[in-house]
């Protein structure tokens, strides 16, 4: 009974335009900032480490290092302020379903991990 009541509630914000991406995978986040008085679309790049739950409270980390420095973000999948979703670079299948090991990798040992995904036709 609470369950249904609750998946009535949250129906109606559910985002329907998700693209399919995967732990491993390379993805460009488009999030509205608010700024004062103004808003502007910031976009953060990164590999995909983590994704947990489902239905509205759905959500994946994304992991990208800039200057030696490595930031994690976690982004609620069906955020109104999240804007789009975009796959630039697919990767190799996982055999797990959290990349918390990559955190370790470095240099090249993290570049090569990155393959791209075959697709059996």
Same mark, same amino acid.
């Given at each position: 009974?609470?369950?249904?009541?609750?998946?009535?509630?949250?129906?109606?914000?559910?985002?329907?335009?998700?693209?399919? #991406?995967?732990?491993?995978?390379?993805?460009?986040?488009?999030?509205?900032?608010?700024?004062?008085?103004?808003?502007?679309?910031?976009?953060?790049?990164?590999?995909?480490?983590?994704?947990?739950?489902?239905?509205?409270?759905? %959500? #994946? %980390?994304?992991?990208?290092?800039?200057?030696?420095?490595?930031?994690?973000?976690? #982004?609620?999948?069906?955020?109104?302020?999240?804007?789009?979703?975009?796959?630039?670079?697919?990767?190799?299948?996982?055999? %797990?379903?959290?990349?918390?090991?990559?955190?370790?990798?470095?240099?090249?040992?993290?570049?090569?991990?990155?393959?791209?995904?075959? #697709?059996?036709?």
């Amino acid at each position: 009974m609470n369950q249904d009541i609750l998946r009535e509630v949250t129906k109606h914000q559910l985002k329907a335009e998700i693209p399919s #991406f995967k732990v491993g995978d390379e993805v460009c986040v488009s999030i509205k900032v608010k700024e004062g008085g103004k808003e502007r679309i910031q976009k953060f790049t990164g590999i995909v480490i983590a994704r947990k739950g489902s239905g509205i409270s759905e %959500t #994946f %980390t994304v992991r990208r290092v800039v200057s030696d420095f490595a930031v994690e973000r976690v #982004f609620h999948l069906h955020a109104p302020n999240i804007s789009g979703i975009k796959v630039t670079k697919e990767s190799m299948v996982l055999d %797990t379903a959290k990349w918390y090991k990559s955190r370790k990798w470095v240099g090249k040992a993290a570049s090569q991990v990155r393959k791209k995904r075959l #697709f059996a036709k």
